[in-house]
């Protein structure tokens, strides 16, 4: 098992901004990659960005590249999505993600998975 924890969701208007946080308790993720999904309701599960512990290598879906960031702090073994120019069609559930191995968009790839947390964006 590896426990994921995620935090830092919220509500904010648009073109704001937030981080949310994933934190892992009881293992590091040397040779893990990291991802964030989301899901609105009655959508399926969205990949939005992973990121390759050890080397740092990032990959972004195509509806946040340029607005969000992951990032990872080896030190506090978390993973961070910072976030924006939020839109309205970001809100939904995001989940962090850990699957062993290379970088995938898949959320059927990753074996752990935190509870989620949740974003609404205002307009």
């Known amino acids: 098992q590896v426990p994921l924890v995620e935090s830092g969701g919220g509500l904010v208007q648009a073109g704001g901004s937030l981080r949310l946080s994933c934190a892992a308790s009881g293992r590091t993720f040397s040779s893990y990659a990291m991802g964030w999904f989301r899901q609105a309701p009655g959508k399926e599960r969205e990949f939005v960005a992973a990121?390759?512990?050890?080397?740092?290598?990032?990959v972004y879906g195509d509806s946040v590249k340029g607005r969000f960031t992951i990032s990872r702090d080896k030190a506090k073994n978390t993973v961070y999505l910072q976030m924006n120019s939020l839109k309205p069609e970001d809100t939904a559930v995001y989940y962090c993600?850990?699957?062993?191995?290379?970088?995938?968009?898949?959320?059927?790839?990753?074996?752990?998975w935190g509870q989620g947390t949740q974003v609404t964006v205002s307009s």
């Open positions: 993600a850990a699957r062993f191995g290379g970088l995938r968009n898949d959320p059927s790839e990753y074996n752990y």
């Open positions: 990121i390759n512990w050890n080397s740092g290598i990032t």
